[in-house]
């Protein structure tokens, strides 16, 4: 399994950026897939998932900002993120599990797989 993040950059508050994970070796149906970050001097905190069964989760950070969504025919999880703020700026990661639970409530285990970061800079 191997995933691939992209889409990063510096954009003003207020702004918009997309995400992309590409993934390889998995298939969809059967691998909760995550976004995660982490800023400066802070530990990594979950963003979004979504299940298996194409079901989003938000944290609360997220709720009414970020769309998560997932495309069979490319392999790729992305996460739509508007209305940025100065306190998105982090490095985001994406990561696969087969277990729901294990991603996305309990951050990952050793089973987990994850993909290098991209960098979303919000900056006035």
């Known amino acids: 399994v191997q995933l691939q993040a992209s889409g990063g950059g510096v954009v003003q508050p207020g702004g918009s950026l997309k995400l992309s994970c590409a993934t390889s070796?998995?298939?969809?149906?059967?691998?909760?897939v995550g976004w995660f970050r982490q800023a400066p001097g802070k530990e990594r905190e979950a963003v979004s998932c979504v299940s298996q069964e194409g079901l989003p989760y938000y944290e609360y950070s997220a709720k009414g900002r970020f769309t998560i969504s997932r495309d069979h025919a490319k392999n790729t999880v992305s996460l739509q993120m508007t209305s940025l703020k100065l306190e998105d700026t982090a490095v985001y990661y994406c990561a696969a599990d087969l277990h729901y639970t294990v991603l996305c409530k309990r951050g990952g285990n050793t089973r987990t797989a994850w993909g290098q970061g991209t960098q979303v800079t919000v900056s006035s």
């Open positions: 070796g998995l298939t969809l149906n059967d691998y909760a």
